[in-house]
């Protein structure tokens, strides 16, 4: 697959995102509108019922800023994840869910941990990483940009501010990491020339014919010049003229 199919841009690159966020809102007014009981479905560590929270906690909120903080970084690597990865970013959000879900129920000592931010590390740990092992310029230069926007965020990746789940944010960051190892089809590489080639041989390179042994350039190729005087010779030999042989019968006498 070519570089440019690789950030190619489609309608589905803002869409999906939009399409997250706007179910997370609709899940948020139907908390807030008609049953608030459904904050209580988040990750509950170490209990059975709790399982159930890996899928619903990124749905849930527990008010109008903790929505509203997740809202813009949530969409914002989203977009760029479906721009810049897109063949796999739906493996990354789904299975980000999961297991970073999953680790924060293990891990987390108590509560009810609800919110998107989990993905939101995901998202940012998997973004950085990614670029930096891909070694292509866009996905560094994309890596670059997500750590100055977001590089605070690692801070709450420790238990610093009560009533925040830092256990789901160290999840969703080492989430992000070991997906930023695995997932290394689909990803664009970074461009290699002629020259880089393992198997590359000066000899066999036309450019590299026009330098002799100390350096210095040659406006012809010797070897070509070679070949074109052969072509050329060949070209201007004369034709041999056909030889016409008449052949007399002579009947014989009896």
Not at 21 to 39: E, G, H, N, P, T
Not at 92 to 107: D, K, R
Not at 224 to 233: F, R, T
Request: hydrophobic content about 45%; charged content about 20%; aromatic content about 16%.
């Amino acid at each position: 697959m070519s570089k440019t199919q690789h950030f190619k841009y489609s309608n589905s690159i803002i869409v999906y995102p939009l399409l997250m966020l706007f179910a997370i809102w609709m899940v948020f007014w139907y908390q807030v509108r008609i049953d608030s009981s459904i904050k209580g479905l988040g990750i509950r560590p170490q209990k059975i019922e709790g399982l159930l929270g890996i899928v619903t906690s990124p749905f849930l909120h527990g008010d109008i800023n903790h929505i509203y903080n997740n809202s813009i970084p949530l969409l914002m690597l989203s977009i760029a994840l479906f721009y810049f990865y897109n063949k796999i970013a739906w493996k990354v959000i789904g299975l980000g869910i999961l297991f970073s879900g999953f680790l924060t129920w293990l891990i987390a000592s108590k509560g009810n941990h609800i919110g998107a931010s989990g993905l939101i590390y995901v998202l940012v740990s998997f973004i950085f990483f990614k670029g930096i092992f891909a070694k292509h310029y866009r996905l560094i230069a994309l890596s670059l940009v997500v750590i100055f926007f977001y590089g605070s965020m690692i801070w709450y990746v420790f238990p610093i501010k009560t009533g925040m789940s830092w256990e789901g944010h160290l999840s969703g960051l080492i989430t992000g990491f070991i997906f930023a190892l695995i997932f290394r089809r689909q990803v664009a590489k970074p461009e290699r020339y002629q020259w880089e080639e393992v198997d590359y041989d000066e000899d066999d390179d036309p450019f590299m014919r026009h330098f002799d042994e100390d350096g210095n350039f040659i406006e012809f190729d010797p070897e070509e010049a070679q070949a074109e005087a052969e072509v050329e010779s060949e070209v201007n030999v004369p034709k041999k003229k056909a030889i016409k042989i008449t052949y007399v019968f002579k009947k014989n006498e009896d």
